[in-house]
């Protein structure tokens, strides 16, 4: 089925870009969610954004196991949001997970998914090289993934102010 | 009338370019300035641009009241350039007023331009997340005037190396 | 000849995306690569990706003298590789040269250059306005650098992703 890349900035409006790219699709939508309710304002704010999302959406958090939670949302329903990988990415970091393996599982599970798929991503590099060791590597593993899965994908979207460019058109 | 907003990021050559698009109009062409001369070299470097303009530019100095500014400008001008929005945004925070208001009112003030107004912004989110609190509410409020208003005008451009790419071609 | 501005973020995919272009020219093919072996990290790394161009590339390093390496490789390639202008800027920077003057002697020598020729160079001005003065300088000596490539080439790409965005499409 066919797999839409979302990239772009903090604020720009790639989550907006695409959840309305997935709300074209019929029938059960899926959101894939990879923050974590840390604290009392996130849990908010999760919450407000679940009910914002309306009836047809059903919530997963996947903050690490995002490939068996995309398996597990295709079975289920008619299309899938993931959103987004670059924070999934900084919890792998965190937690010390193989990055290297989960990209190969993450691409393997977005090649294998039955039901159109739309994965939000942060583009992270086009500032000053940062200072800390730590936000460097960060910025290499994003760029990475970002560079596999756009490799793999159908159609890529640059987003800024909301609006989109296309990196690669849908076929 | 016809909105243009030109995005980029620093020293991409997003004012030249925006400056280009409003002297294509004949007449009387109005420079909203955001930038205060808070110092003697600012104030040097503000002088010596508004030299450069030439005799059909004259300049307004809105640091904060943005929305007058752009008002004033279409009754006097042939066509209007607020240069910049990221700068006024960057002053109205330091100044504590409400961004929302102050959003609303210049969404309002370029939807009721009667002459051709081009706004330059910056875009600033396509960076490493800053590690300052204050860093982040800019980059999340400038993400959303950019927004607002590039769903708001008939054109709108990313600036990269001084060259355009349509984000909203004109109509 | 025709030549080729490659603008990217960090981890974008811009160097693979330059190799590939050069690649397509038949004969001899020259990389004039401007990073310097400071350590034996660095030198193990520059040394792997020698490996992997393959036998049909000669590598040059200018960190500094990159003009003089432009005209060189002129002569003996058929076609040349510049990887990267940002960090040929940075190595001026420290060095404490002219940057104005390098950089004119850059314009002239793409001008003459009399094969084709691809360079590759980075964005770095879509964040938040660094803290530190360095920073700041370096970020606008590398815009206005691009600017000035830019309106100079025949052809220019953002990449993002390892995708290609058209700011002047190719004659």
Redesign the interface.
Known sequence: MTAL?V???????KSRYAQARVEVYPGRLAYIATAQALDDEMAERIARHRADRGHRWTTREAPIALADAIAAAARDADAVLVDCLTLWLSNLLLAAHDIDAASAALCDAVARCRVPIVLVAN????????DNAL?RS???A???L??A???QVDE?V?I?????????PAG
């Open positions: 890349l990239l772009g900035g903090a604020r720009s409006g583009e992270v590099g086009l500032g000053i090289v940062p936000a960060f910025r290499d994003a760029g990475r970002n560079q899965l756009a490799g890529a640059f800024a102010a909301g609006l989109p460019l296309w990196l690669k």
